[in-house]
């Protein structure tokens, strides 16, 4: 499987140390010896180094790596069979969290999410701050209470989906927001208010252009919904590699034609382009985003639903890649086709949304993921490797 992505010095930023972090989360949540998964790491980061992953060394002479680049190298190395860690430890660690996830007793759920803003790229106006965090949708929970966390001296008000904080002027390097949630999940409604709203050829990542078009009749013809929604289905998980992407280098007229000719998609973008596909063949669907819940790596992520006459709304999460070796393991290639598993949903797009955040995102970031306490830091990191804001999420 051949990408077109493209990798420059400019994006090695992060040091050796941090990469570790994040790859012994990717391969090693359930293994009680952290350093052995650690030593683990770097062996494959060496092996990786040896065999052409970019490297750019500073004035110590310590490597710095870019995190896109070492996941990419790491799933096109394993893909091809050039290299055992997606296989061994990747892969093994995505079945074992979703194994855990399904065993999990109870409907009721406890979450813990904090999101600490850096100001550094947000210069300070002498007006108050309004910083946002996302939150479950009401509609997709059963119960739902929230404890806000803010600061003091700070507002706060609870809109659906999202908290909002207006914190007044202040000279603080960084702000804490967050919440302790409790909700039991909901599925979506079986209703189909307006199918027109879900077909729209232009919504944020989702833009319908002639190559799109062109795809989606290729690959399904007059074939009937569910038919096509499989045909798109099996050839992206054929054609694509699932991973990180540089959001700088993507088009923001046809972001779609960029994932088709670079032939890799992250979650948001594999959603984005699968429900493009079912849009350019008349069939209602939307982008969903919220929160995996597996204790070891509740993390954010992205899926699309697709709506289906006789099923009402249903998921597909592109997950499945990596679950199913890209496609080549056949007893999980589906196993989040028309399904997932429990999730905290936040953002249902386009009517439930959370909209801006509140500081400045620069234009070339980059997300890190590594083990924290008692969950997972969510770091976006800026083109220098710095922090412009970090998520803190943990299941009870």
Not at 357 to 372: A, D, E, N
Request: glycine content about 8%.
């Amino acid at each position: 499987m051949q990408t077109r992505l493209r990798f420059e010095d400019r994006y090695r930023t992060v040091d050796e140390d941090r990469v570790l972090d994040a790859l012994v989360l990717l391969g090693a949540a359930f293994v009680d010896d952290q350093d052995a998964a650690r030593a683990t790491a770097r062996q494959a980061l060496d092996r990786w180094a040896a065999s052409g992953l970019g490297v750019r060394r500073d004035d110590a002479g310590r490597r710095l790596f870019d995190p896109v680049e070492v996941v990419h190298h790491l799933k096109s190395a394993g893909w091809h069979g050039h290299d055992p860690f997606w296989d061994d430890h990747y892969v093994a660690t995505s079945r074992r969290l979703v194994g855990a996830l399904a065993e999990e007793p109870g409907p009721d759920i406890t979450v813990t999410l904090r999101r600490t803003f850096n100001l550094r790229h947000t210069p300070p106006t002498g007006r108050t701050r309004r910083l946002r965090l996302s939150l479950p949708l009401q509609d997709r929970c059963e119960i739902l209470a929230l404890d806000p966390l803010v600061p003091d001296g700070a507002t706060h008000s609870l809109r659906d989906g999202r908290l909002e904080v207006q914190v007044p002027p202040s000279d603080a390097a960084e702000i804490d927001i967050g919440a302790r949630i409790r909700f039991r999940p909901r599925a979506a409604d079986a209703a189909l208010p307006d199918p027109e709203l879900y077909l729209r050829p232009g919504e944020g990542l989702i833009r319908l252009t002639d190559p799109v078009a062109a795809l989606a009749r290729h690959l399904a013809g007059d074939a009937p919904p569910p038919v096509a929604v499989k045909a798109f289905w099996d050839y992206m998980i054929d054609q694509f590699l699932s991973g990180p992407v540089h959001y700088d280098q993507i088009p923001a007229d046809a972001p779609l034609d960029w994932v088709l000719d670079v032939r890799c998609c992250d979650c948001q973008l594999g959603a984005a382009l699968l429900v493009g596909l079912c849009r350019a063949r008349g069939i209602p669907a939307r982008l969903v985003s919220g929160y995996f819940l597996y204790r070891r790596s509740p993390t954010l992520h992205y899926w699309a639903e697709i709506w289906l006459d006789g099923q009402g709304w249903a998921s597909f999460d592109f997950m499945s890649w990596d679950l199913s070796k890209g496609g080549q393991d056949s007893a999980w290639r589906d196993h989040f086709f028309a399904r997932i598993d429990t999730r905290m949903i936040t953002q249902c797009l386009p009517l439930a949304f959370t909209g801006a955040i509140g500081i400045t995102i620069p234009p070339v970031w980059r997300i890190l993921q590594t083990t924290q306490d008692d969950g997972v830091e969510i770091d976006m990191i800026d083109q220098d490797g710095l922090s412009v804001y970090k998520d803190h999420v943990a299941v009870a």
